[in-house]
RNA sequence: GGGCGCGUAGCUCAAUGGCAGAGCAGUGGCCUUUUAAGCCAUUGGCUGAAGGUUCGAGUCCUUCCGCGCUCACCA
């Protein structure tokens, strides 16, 4: 219950109440509509260019977002999931009370559903002439306003809603009034069906993996933790599926992927939401080659099929993500922006030492892998517009890739950036059973407890892999990265329905 | 967590330290082809919260709450 009605909302309770004292149910059970706004008008024009008498009937609903009351006659349109339609109702077909109730105790905001004629307007508008209309739901609250106007074809909006902290508390408002936040949630939903659809033809299998982990791993960060009652059990949420998945390979389940919620206990920023959707594979004979060029084969498949072209802007950067990605080696691509040669520096110190001499800051705490990143997240990174594999990783902060041959400091792995972002991470995937266990081993010695980098031991993950891996490639990115590129959203909560926001006190 | 900025009517926004306003929405009228309909009239505010400075605070100061940008942090 509201504390306290406004006085808006105090004036179409009032309306609520006049409709019931003449017999209208204000939120009648069952709803009846034969033509989605846009199939209606698509009858009418078809109709019209076949010259056909017969008139088009249609029973429409949805939302009404304006109207204009002329006396004896009022416009109105309705919103649907597909478009507008304009409703015409006259006093003369409908009846002057029924006019009046239309006029007087309907709000924009309200859902109407409307039977009639098909015809157009002097002003040349497809509209329904309402023979009869009925109410199917009351609003109290007044939608946010939002007045739309159409000039050259363009619809320009007046007075939309912009607050951000509404949009995001009140999703259900701004998705009502602006139909473009509507899109991007369309355009996810595409993209998803999309990576799916390239996936499973390739024959993947499509699985679930536990979301509650009694030991958390797969990737640097810090999780959320929770308790099971019965079993009195400390529980994780995950923070990926990469050792799950990786159990599956063992079982003989050669390609597998799995898209799904992480959890991530960091900060917020205009790229991490503590909850975020992955998609990850593992395929059984692949290294980190093959899976490179099955992840540009794939997002040029995503954008031929939401957006029907492999060009797109993104925050007025043309990008281009025709196959094939530039491929920039780690050692090369760090040396460009920063004259230091990591393979000249196989040690903490020497690293240190050469960032010093370049008046470059650094962590002195933090090991030569956490270095390198830092130096790929403050210099690299950015200037990745193109999408650009980077690859060969150092080995301590990768801990689940394998080797080089003949080059033990560096890993199979790569990730991919675009905008300036990085959107994936893959890696030739560790199977040999002692190196694992070794290197969780080095883990727990180069990074203390509290350090993000530190996997925990998976004991049971490391029994799987003595069972035997086969060598596989798997591959992680996500999906909200990958929509906010298609959508050309500048903000991670653009893309997530339901971001998180601090909570409000009285709440 | 640090820095910077913002918070005023349902929405979008104004207001040198000096009477808190506009457009849209709403309400009451007129209007039988409008479309940001138009015309006339009109309601609506504890200026995020609490303190302080001042003759006087939306405006200046302090604290708190929330949001944004940014830095730190962040496979």
Redesign the pocket.
């Known amino acids: 219950m509201p504390a306290e009605y406004?006085?808006?909302e105090k004036?179409r309770l009032e309306?609520l109440e006049t409709l019931k004292k003449r017999g209208v149910e204000p939120y009648p059970t069952r709803a009846q509509r034969t033509h989605t706004s846009r199939q209606a008008v698509a009858a009418f024009e078809e109709a019209e260019e076949k010259g056909s008498v017969q008139p088009v009937q249609a029973i429409v609903a949805g939302r009404i977002r304006?109207?204009?009351?002329?006396?004896?006659?009022t416009?109105a349109?309705i919103e649907d999931g597909e478009g507008r339609l304009?409703l015409?109702l006259?006093?003369?077909e409908i009846g002057r009370d029924a006019l009046e109730i239309f006029n007087?105790d309907l709000?924009?905001g309200d859902f109407v559903q409307a039977k009639g004629e098909m015809?157009r307007?002097?002003?040349?508008?497809v509209?329904l002439?309402v023979q009869e209309y009925r109410l199917l739901a009351k609003s109290i609250t007044?939608l946010?306003?939002?007045?739309?106007?159409?000039i050259d074809g363009q619809v320009v909006r007046?007075?939309?809603?912009?607050?951000?902290?509404?949009r995001?508390r009140q999703r259900y408002a701004d998705l009502a009034v602006n139909p473009e936040v509507r899109q991007i949630f369309r355009t996810r939903a595409a993209i998803v069906r999309a990576l799916r659809e390239y996936l499973d033809g390739l024959g993947f299998l499509e699985v679930e993996t536990p979301i509650l982990q009694p030991i958390y791993g797969?990737?640097?960060?810090r999780p959320f933790t929770t308790y099971h009652n019965q079993l009195k059990q400390t529980l994780y949420l995950r923070i990926?599926f990469e050792l799950y998945l990786k159990r599956l390979l063992v079982g003989n389940l050669e390609r597998v992927y799995e898209i799904g919620r992480?959890f991530?206990n960091?900060?917020?920023?205009?790229?991490?939401n503590p909850e975020?959707t992955?998609l990850e594979f593992y395929c059984a004979y692949a290294d980190y080659l093959q899976v490179m060029e099955m992840t540009e084969q794939m997002i040029a498949y995503v954008a031929d099929k939401v957006l029907g072209k492999r060009q797109f802007t993104y925050q007025g950067n043309t990008i281009d993500v025709n196959p094939p990605w530039r491929r920039l080696e780690l050692r090369q691509g760090l040396f460009e922006v920063t004259g230091i040669d990591i393979q000249a520096c196989p040690t903490t110190a020497d690293l240190q030492r050469a960032m010093r001499e370049r008046g470059l800051p650094y962590?002195p705490n933090a090991p030569r892998g956490?270095l390198i990143?830092?130096l790929i997240?403050?210099y690299l990174e950015p200037t990745l517009v193109q999408p650009t594999f980077l690859y060969d990783y150092p080995r301590d902060?990768?801990p689940l890739a394998k080797s080089k041959p003949g080059d033990p400091q560096t890993v199979e792995r790569f990730?991919g950036f675009i905008a300036g972002m990085?959107l994936c991470?893959a890696f030739t995937e560790l199977n040999d059973p002692l190196d694992q266990e070794q290197r969780f081993l080095e883990m727990g010695r180069d990074y203390d407890a509290e350090?993000?980098?530190r996997h925990p031991m998976d004991e049971d993950y490391l029994r799987a892999m003595r069972y035997g891996m086969p060598p596989n490639g798997g591959f992680?990115?996500?999906i909200d990265r990958l929509t906010m590129l298609l959508t050309d959203s500048?903000?991670i909560?653009e893309v997530i329905l339901f971001?998180h926001?601090?909570?409000?006190?009285g709440e």
């Open positions: 406004t006085n808006l004036i309306k304006s109207m204009r009351v002329m006396g004896k006659i416009f349109h304009q015409f006259r006093a003369d007087r709000d924009i015809f307007t002097k002003a040349g508008e509209t002439k007044p946010p306003a939002a007045k739309d106007e159409v007046h007075t939309v809603l912009a607050d951000p902290e509404m995001y797969g990737a640097a960060a990926s992480d991530r960091e900060g917020v920023d205009r790229t991490h975020f992955q962590d956490k990143d830092g997240g403050d902060i990768s990730e990085e991470n350090d993000e980098q992680g990115m996500g500048p903000n909560r971001p926001l601090r909570e409000r006190e």
